[in-house]
């Protein structure tokens, strides 16, 4: 065997080297390609054509997620999921990158990586450690909502099919007379949400590591598409300005009484891809990426994600992700000041001028479609006195929506709070005791009762 043997090489090189790096979040994933198509008009309030005109169907391609375990790991771990869309539209890609709980852990950005962390592996350890996760949450209480809706049965999701998504984030609608509607999104599943208990989600990780990723393929192959059914909230920017929750802040939903779910459109997932590292692990969702009609609202997490998120992909998959076939829209897109670079693909613009203002070729751009609040100069003033208020400090008004999911979401459902108490006990139970009275606290003042309960199943180890 001598090196002028090339195949093997080749192959031995190109072996070492067919690992791409993994998402530091959201790594172990399904996804598949679908449909979406517009059940409902809402023509009023976006000039979005791919949700103009009922009937109107466009291409997508979906990937669900769970958030902490790396690449591979078990699918029937607790966990939020991430559940991100790409509608290929003839404006652009539209991506929608939400989640499965209605709101989030923290409204910082500059929380995000320690958060994450809480929920990984100790450095010293490398282990997913307990202590530390409660260490994180007792002392940063605006993820309390989010975190008891991961404690719920919701974190044990029968499948992914059987999960809803929501944006969390408040959206911004813009209209063709530039009129912005603020909106929240919700995909809710067809199939019904369906849970598994705890004691069955981890017997489900021994026996059954991949479940969630055959269920999807093995469903969308028998013909059995899963589909989601696509709501909004909307909100205008007058009623934003007196209602009680600060619409920027991710740790709180809209109550359904205050702003009614409108249907919108319908998601079906009819087909798998032919490969998944080609399809879903070369997949690149951003918050950033809005066609006109859809744009970023002032919520500093989300505009923290728009830098965040492409620049992972950056980092992942190479400056000219976008040119991938999962990314690439299917519109006709001309962009011949981004150029070259690593893994560049098709003719890269040829001998096109790559400096703005050229005699040679005519260039026109279209406006901004970046939905500036019309109304001007006093809302735009209360959107910063909004995000310049924005802080960590945790307040009673903080613990109003925990309650309500306490006693008239979990509280209404027969077993359901003694499902939740047990799971929390023994979560925390695997912590360090010196954890343990900040948890305690910190659900006794969403009720007295859930901390005197968790107190008890914790320490009495019932
Ligand atoms: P509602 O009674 O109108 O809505 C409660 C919602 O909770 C339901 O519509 C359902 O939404 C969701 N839900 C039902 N069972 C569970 C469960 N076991 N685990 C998690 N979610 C569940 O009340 P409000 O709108 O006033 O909200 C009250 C609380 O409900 C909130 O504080 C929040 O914690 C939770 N919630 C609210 C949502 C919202 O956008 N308003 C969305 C989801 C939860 P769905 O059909 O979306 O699952």
């Given at each position: 065997?001598?090196?002028?043997?090339?195949?093997?090489?080749?192959?031995?090189?190109?072996?070492?080297?067919?690992?791409?790096?993994?998402?530091?979040?959201?790594?172990?994933?399904?996804?598949?390609?679908?449909?979406?198509?517009?059940?409902?008009?809402?023509?009023?309030?976006?000039?979005?054509?791919?949700?103009?005109?009922?009937?109107?169907?466009?291409?997508?391609?979906?990937?669900?997620?769970?958030?902490?375990?790396?690449?591979?790991?078990?699918?029937?771990?607790?966990?939020?999921?991430?559940?991100?869309?790409?509608?290929?539209?003839?404006?652009?890609?539209?991506?929608?990158?939400?989640n499965s709980t209605p709101v989030f852990f923290i409204r910082d950005p500059i929380?995000?990586?320690?958060?994450?962390?809480?929920?990984?592996?100790?450095?010293?350890?490398?282990?997913?450690?307990?202590?530390?996760?409660?260490?994180?949450?007792?002392?940063?209480?605006?993820?309390?909502?989010?975190?008891?809706?991961?404690?719920?049965?919701?974190?044990?999701?029968?499948?992914?099919?059987?999960?809803?998504?929501?944006?969390?984030?408040?959206?911004?609608?813009?209209?063709?007379?530039?009129?912005?509607?603020?909106?929240?999104?919700?995909?809710?599943?067809?199939?019904?949400?369906?849970?598994?208990?705890?004691?069955?989600?981890?017997?489900?990780?021994?026996?059954?590591?991949?479940?969630?990723?055959?269920?999807?393929?093995?469903?969308?192959?028998?013909?059995?598409?899963?589909?989601?059914?696509?709501?909004?909230?909307?909100?205008?920017?007058?009623?934003?300005?007196?209602?009680?929750?600060?619409?920027?802040?991710?740790?709180?939903?809209?109550?359904?009484?205050?702003?009614?779910?409108?249907?919108?459109?319908?998601?079906?997932?009819?087909?798998?891809?032919?490969?998944?590292?080609?399809?879903?692990?070369?997949?690149?969702?951003?918050?950033?990426?809005?066609?006109?009609?859809?744009?970023?609202?002032?919520?500093?997490?989300?505009?923290?994600?728009?830098?965040?998120?492409?620049?992972?992909?950056?980092?992942?998959?190479?400056?000219?992700?976008?040119?991938?076939?999962?990314?690439?829209?299917?519109?006709?897109?001309?962009?011949?000041?981004?150029?070259?670079?690593?893994?560049?693909?098709?003719?890269?613009?040829?001998?096109?001028?790559?400096?703005?203002?050229?005699?040679?070729?005519?260039?026109?751009?279209?406006?901004?479609?970046?939905?500036?609040?019309?109304?001007?100069?006093?809302?735009?003033?209360?959107?910063?006195?909004?995000?310049?208020?924005?802080?960590?400090?945790?307040?009673?008004?903080?613990?109003?929506?925990?309650?309500?999911?306490?006693?008239?979401?979990?509280?209404?459902?027969?077993?359901?709070?003694?499902?939740?108490?047990?799971?929390?006990?023994?979560?925390?139970?695997?912590?360090?005791?010196?954890?343990?009275?900040?948890?305690?606290?910190?659900?006794?003042?969403?009720?007295?009762?859930?901390?005197?309960?968790?107190?008890?199943?914790?320490?009495?180890?019932?």
């Amino acid at each position: 065997m001598l090196l002028q043997d090339t195949q093997l090489i080749e192959t031995l090189a190109h072996f070492n080297r067919e690992r791409i790096p993994e998402r530091v979040v959201h790594a172990n994933a399904v996804g598949a390609w679908g449909e979406f198509e517009v059940t409902h008009d809402i023509s009023h309030l976006t000039c979005a054509s791919f949700l103009n005109g009922i009937g109107t169907k466009s291409k997508t391609l979906a990937r669900i997620s769970q958030t902490g375990i790396e690449r591979g790991g078990p699918s029937n771990l607790r966990d939020v999921r991430g559940w991100s869309l790409k509608v290929y539209t003839e404006e652009g890609n539209q991506d929608f990158v939400f989640n499965s709980t209605p709101v989030f852990f923290i409204r910082d950005p500059i929380k995000f990586p320690s958060l994450n962390r809480s929920h990984k592996r100790h450095p010293a350890t490398n282990c997913a450690d307990h202590t530390m996760f409660w260490d994180f949450h007792s002392h940063n209480p605006e993820t309390l909502h989010g975190l008891m809706h991961v404690l719920s049965d919701r974190g044990t999701p029968k499948s992914v099919r059987h999960v809803n998504a929501y944006s969390q984030h408040t959206y911004k609608l813009v209209a063709a007379s530039g009129d912005v509607t603020y909106v929240k999104f919700h995909f809710k599943t067809d199939q019904g949400v369906q849970t598994v208990s705890a004691a069955e989600a981890a017997r489900l990780c021994g026996a059954d590591p991949d479940g969630h990723t055959r269920d999807l393929y093995e469903a969308i192959e028998a013909g059995d598409f899963p589909s989601w059914t696509l709501y909004i909230q909307a909100m205008t920017p007058a009623q934003a300005e007196t209602y009680r929750w600060n619409i920027f802040d991710l740790t709180k939903v809209w109550p359904h009484a205050d702003f009614p779910l409108l249907p919108v459109g319908k998601l079906t997932l009819n087909r798998n891809p032919a490969n998944y590292f080609a399809t879903i692990e070369q997949a690149a969702f951003s918050p950033s990426t809005n066609v006109p009609g859809i744009a970023a609202s002032a919520d500093p997490v989300l505009q923290a994600r728009m830098f965040a998120y492409p620049d992972a992909a950056r980092y992942r998959l190479g400056v000219n992700y976008q040119q991938l076939p999962a990314n690439r829209p299917v519109s006709r897109v001309y962009a011949p000041y981004q150029r070259d670079g690593m893994g560049t693909i098709g003719d890269n613009y040829g001998g096109d001028p790559n400096y703005v203002r050229s005699a040679l070729r005519e260039v026109r751009f279209l406006p901004k479609a970046e939905g500036v609040v019309v109304g001007g100069g006093k809302h735009e003033e209360w959107v910063r006195g909004k995000v310049e208020d924005y802080s960590s400090e945790v307040t009673d008004e903080d613990y109003v929506q925990c309650t309500a999911f306490w006693r008239d979401v979990l509280g209404r459902q027969e077993g359901q709070q003694e499902v939740f108490v047990g799971n929390v006990a023994a979560h925390l139970r695997a912590a360090d005791e010196r954890v343990w009275e900040g948890v305690f606290d910190m659900f006794s003042k969403v009720d007295v009762e859930l901390g005197r309960a968790l107190r008890e199943m914790v320490t009495k180890g019932e």
